[in-house]
């Protein structure tokens, strides 16, 4: 069964740092290209970030610079560094596995930059 469970997020201020991290289980993280998705209400679920199975990584426009994804294949981790927040940044932020024509998704985590 696979899993994908996001930590972290909460309530960051604006120009602040949040750190997301999301741990997966059930499938071979490795081959795997991991991504960071978020909605806020209202909107249409977007891309934040993704890092394929080899390193490389891809950012939305709005968050690069200020965002980093991060993997560690010994512990079946992605992590996403969120730097010098903005309230656009407010969202539910998803974590989600890829491989071909398979994608899977976490619940999501809550993400509120406010003052």
């Known amino acids: 069964q696979v899993q994908l469970v996001e930590s972290g997020g909460g309530l960051g201020q604006p120009g602040g740092s949040l750190r997301l991290s999301c741990a997966a289980s059930?499938?071979?993280?490795?081959?795997?290209?991991m991504s960071w998705y978020r909605q806020a209400p209202g909107n249409q679920r977007e891309l934040v970030a993704i890092?394929?199975?080899?390193?490389?990584?891809n950012y939305a426009d709005s968050v690069k610079g200020r965002f980093t994804i991060s993997r560690d294949n010994a512990k079946n981790t992605v992590d996403l560094q969120m730097a010098i927040l903005q309230p656009e940044d407010t969202a539910t932020y998803y974590c989600?596995?890829?491989?071909?024509?398979?994608?899977?998704w976490g619940k999501g985590a809550l993400v509120t930059v406010s003052s």
């Open positions: 989600s596995a890829i491989w071909g024509s398979m994608q899977y």
């Open positions: 059930g499938i071979s993280f490795s081959r795997h290209a």
């Open positions: 890092i394929t199975n080899g390193g490389v990584t």
